[in-house]
């Protein structure tokens, strides 16, 4: 069985899902300077903003769900008193800055407020069950996984994925310590590339079951999920092949039949040149040649909210036949080769079945197959 895609809505530095496919497909870079008084003290001096969400303040990813969800919702003609609505809501940090806020003094909460069940029925008036859950960077892609699982059993007749994160002091501060030297901008699988910058973002996908009876974006074919538990921080090649191979089975697909691949693409040590072996041995060992793209380049790392707003770009490049060029990338990394990474301009396409990447510390892994509706 599969789920179907009835709406999608997006937040990123570069604007809304259209304005930032847009942006990808001219090659964009959203970053600029951090606008945090700490950054000379943090080793961080650039960030992926979204324009209108204050930096700091706290409670800005409940900002950007809440604008997402109701984009979905109102795309989608969702309606709780008639419809059995569940969301699910994935993140990385949560509201770690308002944490932050509360504990140098400046901010005081219910602590209710640090999950989104108020913020999601706030802006989708009706819906009791929302859960919040933390799984990194792959966060959306676990939430996808258990959304297909509950309009297929018939326990929900739409389900709410929502994810969000903003940039926090704590993080950023440990990316300034762990990279060799301060970074201005994400180049995802470039051999100069030298680290990972975060980014603001919030998203909401709508899946529904087979024969909703209105439009949708695409299919949901499957998501893979492998936990390896390799490393705190570093990713593990078999522990991603085996979540990349879990997509294939659960979807009664092969992998020889990808089109396109939305990546996970840090930009950082480990990450690429991983990313790049798994696809290597999953899918050109399968006979794949699929175009690959990713978007952290432009958009930064949206942790939380990484695998939705691939997914968006991935029924995107379904829907409108072209794959954007990763931004910041002119020179692949050894390790990348034989992989057909889009660089400088779009590619015109007709892709049926994207993969979408996302992978997190502790070896959280989440690909998603995603095909025409």
């Not at 570093?234 to 294939?248: F, K, L, N, Q, T």
Request: aromatic share 4%.
């Amino acid at each position: 069985m599969t789920a179907l895609i009835a709406a999608s809505a997006i937040q990123t530095c570069l604007g809304d899902g259209t304005a930032t496919f847009a942006g990808l497909l001219d090659g964009a870079c959203g970053a600029g300077p951090l606008r945090l008084p700490e950054a000379d003290r943090i080793g961080v001096g650039y960030g992926y903003h979204v324009p209108d969400a204050e930096p700091g303040r706290p409670f800005r990813a409940s900002l950007l769900l809440a604008r997402c969800v109701a984009w979905a919702a109102r795309q989608a003609g969702l309606d709780p008193s008639r419809q059995r609505v569940v969301a699910l809501v994935g993140t990385g940090l949560g509201e770690l800055s308002a944490v932050e806020e509360f504990a140098a003094g400046r901010a005081q909460f219910p602590v209710e407020r640090l999950h989104f069940a108020g913020t999601v029925g706030a802006a989708l008036a009706g819906i009791t069950d929302v859960v919040t859950f933390s799984n990194a960077c792959s966060a959306g892609g676990h939430a996808l996984a258990l959304a297909q699982d509950l309009v297929e059993c018939g326990e929900a007749d739409a389900v709410i994925v929502g994810g969000a994160d903003t940039m926090t002091r704590s993080m950023l501060a440990m990316i300034g310590r762990v990279a060799p030297a301060p970074t201005r901008r994400v180049r995802p699988f470039d051999r100069a590339r030298d680290g990972v910058l975060l980014g603001d973002a919030g998203a909401a996908v709508v899946v529904v079951p087979d024969g909703w009876a209105g439009p949708t974006l695409g299919r949901l074919v499957a998501t893979g999920l492998s936990c390896d538990a390799f490393h705190e921080t570093a990713p593990d090649v078999e522990g991603i092949s085996r979540a990349m191979r879990d997509a294939y089975a659960r979807g009664g697909r092969e992998p020889e039949e990808t089109d396109v691949v939305v990546a996970h693409g840090t930009a950082t040590a480990l990450n690429d040149p991983a990313e790049s072996e798994a696809l290597r041995k999953v899918l050109l060992g399968a006979g794949a040649d699929p175009l690959v793209t990713a978007v952290k380049g432009a958009v930064g790392h949206t942790s939380g909210a990484a695998a939705l707003v691939n997914l968006d770009v991935a029924v995107r490049c379904l829907a409108q036949g072209l794959v954007p060029p990763v931004s910041g990338l002119t020179d692949v990394l050894p390790e990348g080769e034989g992989l057909r990474f889009v660089r400088g301009t779009p590619v015109v396409a007709g892709p049926d079945l994207v993969q979408v990447n996302a992978f997190g510390f502790g070896g959280v892994n989440a690909v998603t197959l995603v095909g025409r509706a």
